[in-house]
């Protein structure tokens, strides 16, 4: 069965420093892989997915995420930290087609001033 | 305007109530999905439509039902409301023809409901 882990439900960083986000998954099939913040009160947006390809992926934000199958993992980074980035930030894993997502439970980001 | 809306955005009723949550999307996906999430359990599926006449159950749709009026519009109902139905619920959206034949999700931005 599908599933993903999020080890830290919740991670404080200063504003300005480096950041990643683990996010271990089990999967069959080739994984599809995800990222989605959620913003106080607001809906998930999409920050970034994977594919195929390259394994480190860029997206908005200027976060990035790197696939790596032997360890399946999919660890989301920024290299400095916005107070503005608070928030709570999910993984989630699916398939190509029928793509019925998987989520991780969350971490929920707090950046210290 | 937004893709992807979700009416109401904040819902209190009783328990035995029937309610229904309405979704409606503008981005012309045949795919639509019903999420709830709990703190600590992240999102987890309830039903999803993969067009009008294709209804599926998900993970966890005890209690709950389904409507899939048009491509457009998407409804979950409750059949008699309960209090562990108290979370927030998303609807979303994806078309298996995007990018690269890749099916990304879309969200609303979710209707909070609380059962007394």
């Known amino acids: 069965a599908q599933s993903v882990t999020q080890p830290d439900i919740h991670i404080t960083v200063s504003e300005g420093a480096s950041l990643e986000l683990r996010c271990n998954y089990s999967?069959?099939?080739?994984?599809?892989l995800f990222w989605y913040v959620q913003s106080p009160g607001q809906g998930l947006q999409l920050l970034l997915k994977?594919?195929?390809?390259?394994?480190l992926v860029q997206g908005i934000k200027g976060f990035e995420a790197e696939f790596k199958r032997s360890q399946s993992s999919f660890n989301l980074r920024k290299p400095s930290v916005h107070w503005s980035d608070a928030a709570e930030y999910f993984c989630?894993?699916?398939?190509?087609?029928?793509?019925?997502?998987?989520f991780g439970a969350g971490t929920i980001l707090r950046v210290k001033s | 305007d937004a893709d992807v809306t979700q009416t109401p955005r904040n819902r209190i009723t009783k328990t035995g109530k029937r309610i229904m949550l309405e979704c409606s999307q503008t981005?012309?996906?045949?795919?639509m999905y019903w999420y709830r999430q709990d703190p600590g359990l992240g999102l987890r599926l309830i039903y999803y439509?993969?067009?009008?006449?294709?209804?599926n159950k998900g993970e966890i749709s005890d209690g709950y039902s389904v409507s899939r009026q048009a491509q457009a519009k998407f409804s979950l109902s409750l059949e008699s409301a309960i209090p562990n139905q108290t979370a927030l619920y998303f609807c979303?959206?994806?078309?298996?023809?995007?990018?690269?034949?890749?099916?990304?999700?879309?969200f609303g931005p979710g209707t909070r409901l609380t059962v007394l």
């Open positions: 979303a959206t994806s078309d298996p023809r995007g990018t690269r034949n890749t099916d990304t999700q879309y």
């Open positions: 999967y069959g099939a080739t994984p599809y």
């Open positions: 994977y594919f195929s390809g390259d394994t």
């Open positions: 989630a894993v699916g398939s190509r087609y029928g793509n019925k997502l998987v």
């Open positions: 981005k012309g996906h045949d795919r």
């Open positions: 439509s993969f067009d009008v006449k294709d209804i």
